[in-house]
């Protein structure tokens, strides 16, 4: 039963673009919604987060985007950097669970020069 | 490095032996999580402890797996009578609180490998 969905293995934009990486969930309970990044051999990076009564939050050149109706949430990048290219994992939480995650499979952004 | 502490970072063992990973949280942060990250997947939660305290196992699989917070110390997972399928990338986090969605910050993890 996978409840946090990314259907795209993978994206590849060019520098200075934006990146759009998306995320469907299916708990309706669901009311935090997280962000990370995570290199090869690292730990994932805490990004950018959003709580179920936002539709949007930014933060720099990160902005996430979250439609409660349709259950879906994405990330823009931009302008996107070389150095973004990493594993993008989507993660959402409900509060009577006590903060346990549930994570996507993953995105893997290339940032082409 | 005020992180999460993980060690080892590689750890290798043969079937039937006895696994201990070890997590230090962030200073201040009182919440552990375990995370599981099997090749080509996300990671799957697996426990989350306070000090002293199991909340939830739910992602805990019944046999041969458990784990512990003490009141001193890091936390450790310890897995019993290792077999080829517990290969994968084991993942600490902790909080602060509960209170205010705070984000997990996760530590670099232990790759356990399974001869």
């Known amino acids: 039963d996978q409840q946090v969905k990314q259907n795209s293995p993978s994206l590849s934009v060019q520098e200075g673009r934006i990146s759009i990486l998306n995320c469907d969930y299916t708990?309706?309970?669901?009311?935090?919604f997280l962000w990370y990044k995570k290199y090869p051999a690292e730990g994932p990076t805490f990004l950018i987060s959003i709580s179920s009564i936002k539709d949007k939050n930014e933060d720099g050149r990160f902005t996430v985007f979250l439609n409660k109706s349709a259950k879906h949430l994405s990330l823009h990048i931009v302008p996107s950097q070389p150095g973004d290219s990493a594993v993008y994992f989507c993660a959402a939480s409900e509060e009577t669970s006590g903060s346990r995650l549930t994570f996507g499979e993953g995105t893997q952004l290339t940032v082409n020069p | 490095n005020a992180g999460v502490m993980q060690n080892p970072r590689h750890l290798v063992r043969r079937r039937g032996q006895e696994a201990r990973l070890r997590c230090s949280p962030m200073?201040?942060?009182?919440?552990v999580y375990w995370y599981r990250q099997l090749p080509e997947e996300g990671l799957k939660f697996m426990v989350y402890?306070?000090?002293?305290?199991?909340?939830?196992e739910s992602g805990m699989p019944k046999e041969r797996f458990s784990a512990e917070f003490p009141k001193e110390g890091p936390s450790i997972l310890r897995i019993q009578q290792v077999v080829r399928g517990d290969s994968a990338a084991y993942f600490c986090?902790?909080?602060?609180?509960?209170?205010?969605?705070?984000?997990?910050?996760f530590g670099d993890g232990t790759r356990l490998s399974i001869l």
């Open positions: 402890l306070q000090k002293e305290n199991i909340i939830d």
């Open positions: 986090a902790s909080s602060p609180s509960l209170r205010g969605n705070q984000p997990q910050h």
């Open positions: 200073k201040g942060h009182s919440h």
């Open positions: 708990n309706s309970m669901f009311d935090y």
